[in-house]
């Protein structure tokens, strides 16, 4: 899905570069490369660019962090952030527990890490079920959580601030770490950034970047942790060593003018359009019984197919076929539960081609709900 193209990208959770301020930031790497060449021609060393750890641990204040900068390291993106965090709280075997649905590449890397799953569904309120959760910390039944609490991927809501300070609490009293994907949190929709779940513990590693605001290729991430630092930068060092400081140099820059912060408003706006042109196409052309998401953010639906309606994965392949791509909902589980289902993104913006795609996959769908079952 990831490493070919189709005519219709409704599968990826990013956005046309139009959404991005990719000409400002190439101005800033321009500018910095000539006016600081030691940038790159300097051995990459430390736990990154120190201008943008400042910034970063600024911004985290407005949203109930209050961080230092030695705590934070720059990342290759908020996936390696995580993958670190992963490697220095678990052993192959332990048991994560994470929020059902899933994305996909999080079930892959748990996989890769020899590490067990127990997936979690999310309640009727679209976030992860607190008390089953809460009797998995207190049973000892898990060493990790690792969640998306501020706009989970794919059902884009955001677990409320009083649910999250009491899993935070009750995986304190449980000795359970709390490892949290934070990577959508700055595109919410909202008056005020949801807190993220570091908010009600000072044990909880925040891991987040720039991927899904500045430019999906700038792959500039970060993770903050006060009791795993150490470990985390030691396992960084002997993977990646270090990350792009021209790169790093130019987001500081971006963060400490207030270029960011005017660029957030506009990306919100034009997300919180784009959502809703998908979710009322969805709704106007699926058949009846088709359930939709409402997201408070992001980019991505999760829509689930009404019964008796083909299986997703065969629209997946019919889709794909056609040039249309979705994320069939396999992907976001380790069995079968979600066959019924797939994801949109409305990234891409809104257009005839999109209008048309939705059209067509609503249509596949009708079709298959009044041929014959076998």
């Known amino acids: 899905m990831l490493g070919s193209n189709c005519r219709v990208r409704l599968d990826l959770a990013n956005g046309d570069s139009a959404l991005y301020p990719v000409k400002k930031l190439g101005s800033l790497m321009r500018q910095m490369g000539y006016s600081k060449p030691a940038l790159l021609g300097n051995t990459v060393k430390g736990t990154g660019y120190v201008p943008l750890k400042v910034e970063i641990a600024r911004r985290a204040v407005h949203y109930g962090c209050n961080i230092s900068t030695d705590d934070i390291l720059i990342t290759n993106g908020c996936i390696e952030a995580i993958s670190l965090s992963l490697r220095a709280t678990t052993q192959p075997g332990d048991v994560v527990a994470v929020e059902s649905p899933c994305y996909f590449v999080l079930l892959q890397m748990l996989h890769n890490l020899n590490l067990r799953v127990i997936e979690v569904e999310a309640g009727q309120e679209g976030y992860v079920n607190v008390a089953k959760l809460n009797g998995l910390f207190q049973r000892k039944a898990v060493q990790v959580f690792l969640t998306l609490c501020n706009i989970n991927n794919p059902l884009g809501k955001s677990i409320p601030n009083e649910q999250k300070a009491y899993i935070a609490r009750q995986a304190d009293e449980n000795d359970v770490v709390i490892i949290e994907d934070d990577i959508f949190g700055d595109t919410a929709f909202g008056e005020r950034r949801p807190f993220p779940m570091r908010a009600f513990s000072p044990n909880a590693i925040l891991c987040s970047g720039f991927s899904k605001t500045v430019a999906p290729g700038i792959r500039i991430g970060w993770v903050h942790s006060v009791n795993y630092m150490r470990k985390i930068a030691s ?29 957030l408003r506009k990306l919100r706006r034009e997300l919180a359009r784009q959502i809703s042109a998908m979710l009322q196409s969805v709704l106007r052309e699926f058949p009846a019984g088709t359930r939709v998401s409402d997201p408070e953010v992001g980019y991505v639906l999760w829509v689930e197919m009404p019964a008796q309606a083909l299986n997703v994965r065969a629209l997946f392949l019919k889709a794909r076929n056609a040039g249309i791509g979705i994320a069939p909902g396999h992907m976001f589980a380790t069995d079968q539960r979600y066959d019924h289902c797939f994801r949109l993104n409305a990234g891409f913006g809104w257009n005839d081609e999109v209008e048309q795609a939705i059209r067509q996959l609503a249509q596949w769908c009708q079709l298959s709900l009044t041929e014959p079952q076998d």
């Open 235 to 263: 396992l960084k060092y002997t993977s990646t060593m270090g990350t792009s400081v021209l790169s790093q140099a130019a987001v500081a820059e971006l963060l400490r003018s207030g270029g960011y912060d005017a660029h």
